[in-house]
């Protein structure tokens, strides 16, 4: 069963406890989810320098800006963070999610894969690793 995420809501209502108190990681956490499933990349990434900063041992936060490097084309970016979260992380199963996009994006660098400002992002990405991205979590 598939569970419905009113991203717009939670956008709003992230805002309202930031205001109050803008390092909640609660708050954060489900911020740059909503903006990850609305398709705000860039925001994502603003938002999880901010969770890096409060807490840089969070290889989840990581990985989620290291997605979020992806689906804008900046594979080079992508790549860092995505072997910096396998390296922080001790758990198998995020590690090995870690690892396949990873493999994924170093694979587009060998073969010069470069995605173009302008054009849409998941259009360029297999379909095998669209699950990746679409799974991105933010904590392990």
Not at 87 to 115: C, H, M, R, Y
Not at 128 to 139: C, E, K, P, R
Request: net charge negative; proline share 4%.
């Amino acid at each position: 069963m598939m569970q419905s995420f009113d991203w717009q809501g939670a956008l709003e209502s992230c805002s309202e406890v930031l205001r109050d108190d803008p390092d909640h990681l609660g708050a954060l956490e489900t911020l740059a989810k909503a903006q990850w499933l609305g398709g705000q990349y860039k925001e994502v990434i603003v938002t999880t320098n901010h969770l890096l900063r409060l807490n840089p041992h969070e290889p989840g936060y990581r990985y989620t800006r290291g997605m979020a490097y992806l689906s804008l084309g900046q594979l080079h970016r992508s790549a860092e963070d995505l072997r910096r979260a396998y390296l922080q992380s001790g758990n198998p199963a995020f590690k090995a999610q870690v690892a396949s996009a990873l493999d994924a994006v170093e694979l587009w660098l060998e073969e010069g894969t470069e995605i173009r400002k302008g054009e849409r992002r998941a259009a360029q990405i297999p379909d095998m690793y669209q699950s990746h991205i679409m799974g991105s979590v933010l904590i392990h």
